[in-house]
């Protein structure tokens, strides 16, 4: 049932797909930094359809710098916040504590990132793949070389580790 299943799907996206490369997610808006696209090639022997989200660095440290900074700032505001009794003023002070930490770990470098591509055979679309990329921008040339190279075998990512500044917004 479940072949059956991925088969549907690779042949409804052939037929989306036409001549063209690789097709846009109808549900994700394309942003600069990041989009989400299918395109059909060969895994462990079989044509697949591969589910892909490829994004900058940049925004990958962007959301790497929140997770950290969210989890310093719950453990430093649980205890405050213990006395404090509004909701609003918790979460007023969590956004302040936020943009404190996050300017503490871009002026540290604290958190770097570097290129990868995550492959999911387990994806409930196809194969997964999740990938970050040291460019500036996704555009339409950055998507068909990355789909040309992957599909050849001879992707090679950056093992230089990076971090950026000024890639997050500081507001509370």
């Known amino acids: 049932m479940e072949a059956q299943k991925d088969q549907e799907q690779v042949t409804r996206i052939r037929q989306k797909l036409g001549d063209e490369l690789f097709c846009f997610d109808e549900e994700d808006e394309p942003a600069e930094e990041c989009v989400h696209f299918y395109f059909l090639g060969n895994h462990e022997g079989?044509?697949?359809?591969?589910?892909?989200?490829?994004?900058?660095?940049?925004?990958?440290?962007?959301?790497?710098?929140?997770?950290v900074a969210e989890a310093r700032a719950a453990k430093k505001l649980d205890e405050y916040m213990k006395a404090k009794d509004s909701q609003a003023q918790q979460e007023e002070e969590l956004g302040m504590l936020m943009a404190e930490i996050l300017i503490e770990l871009e002026e540290e470098e604290a958190v770097k990132v570097r290129e990868h591509v995550e492959l999911d055979p387990e994806n409930p679309v196809g194969v997964g793949i999740d990938a970050g990329l040291n460019v500036p921008v996704i555009s339409n040339d950055v998507i068909r070389k990355f789909i040309a190279e992957f599909k050849a075998g001879t992707l090679k990512l950056d093992e230089a580790l990076y971090s950026f500044q000024g890639s997050t917004d500081f507001e509370p």
Not at 51 to 59: A, G, K, P, Q, W
């Open 46 to 67: 079989q044509e697949v359809l591969f589910d892909c989200v490829l994004y900058t660095l940049r925004l990958h440290h962007e959301g790497e710098m929140h997770e």
